[in-house]
């Protein structure tokens, strides 16, 4: 267990890292002034988000989906001004699946963005995922007994029985689970990606973030449908934690131009974000049973109280 965490800290601060060079790479492409404010923002991403409460507490498939899926981002943005980055979006991909099967769902949005927008690499870009797909099929049928199977789907577990809308009101609104009392700024994404699939006119980097956007919106949809939108007992919103780095880019292109007055907001949300994530790692062990959904109880401070599980 004490290795587990240590890797998966390892991991996480890798994907802290290449977030903030992504950040970089929005800066220079939206032409965003350079200043010190890139670095609270990496501060809040870091530890004000289930980054910190959930991918870097153990090996959960979060961790490796988080460090995956950033990479890929980043490839996705220096592709803009060479190619060559296209092939390597097909490695990470071809891993990406190995994480977790729903990836797929990001994994073949990507492939049809690389087969329109570099048609000319899209066969490397296949042949660079094809050993991972090669691998997945014989483990499948060692493991599984089928090549096209997986251990969900032998166990029976993939029900998409919640109620769309039940699970939708959770994940948008429950005190528990949501962006909006959990991590305040990462609220404002859906507002930024509203505006990215509403962009007629888009640039290279306008179509990423139209992916992007696409892509977050069909997994939330599909995550809310599931038998266990609340993500069992893991705090916050646990099955959104790989795809923070998606809606932190839409909250970072959202506030970024914006005035001094925004980012005091953000700075006291950013407060609020930490203390939510401190308390869920140091006294809730990152845990917040399904009983208190619609609740505070699992953002109720327990730095002066005794611990309770």
């Not at 039940?166 to 930024?192: D, H, K, T, V």
């Not at 974000?273 to 140091?282: D, I, K, L, P, Y």
């Amino acid at each position: 267990m004490v290795l587990g965490r240590v890797a998966a800290s390892f991991y996480t601060a890798i994907s802290v890292t290449i977030f903030y060079l992504i950040l970089r790479e929005i800066d220079e492409l939206k032409k965003f002034r350079s200043d010190r404010w890139i670095y609270l923002f990496i501060f809040f991403y870091a530890f004000g988000t289930n980054i910190y409460s959930i991918a870097s507490r153990s090996l959960w498939q979060h961790t490796s989906s988080l460090l995956l899926i950033s990479v890929i981002i980043f490839f996705m943005l220096k592709s803009i001004n060479n190619d060559k980055y296209v092939k390597w979006m097909g490695f990470f991909a071809g891993l990406l699946y190995l994480s977790r099967p729903l990836n797929i769902i990001f994994i073949f949005i990507l492939s049809v963005y690389v087969f329109i927008k570099y048609k000319k690499y899209f066969l490397q870009y296949i042949l660079y995922a094809l050993p991972f797909i090669i691998f997945l099929i014989v483990y499948n049928t060692y493991a599984w007994g089928e090549p096209f199977t997986s251990e969900y789907v032998v166990k029976g577990n993939t029900q998409f029985s919640t109620p769309i809308l039940e699970g939708l009101a959770g994940n948008l609104f429950s005190p528990a689970r949501s962006f909006i009392f959990i991590s305040p700024p990462l609220a404002i994404s859906f507002y930024g990606m509203f505006l990215a699939l509403k962009k007629k006119k888009k640039d290279k980097l306008d179509a990423i973030s139209f992916i992007l956007a696409i892509t977050f919106i069909i997994i939330f949809f599909v995550y809310s449908k599931w038998w266990c939108w609340y993500g069992a007992d893991r705090f916050g919103y646990g099955f959104f934690t790989e795809w923070v780095p998606l809606v932190s880019i839409f909250t970072y292109i959202i506030i970024k131009p914006k005035g001094n007055f925004i980012k005091i907001l953000f700075t006291l949300s950013l407060i609020w974000s930490v203390h939510a994530q401190f308390n869920a790692v140091w006294y809730r062990k990152s845990r917040c049973g399904p009983d208190h959904n619609w609740s505070f109880y699992c953002l109720k401070p327990l730095i002066f109280s005794k611990q309770e599980y």
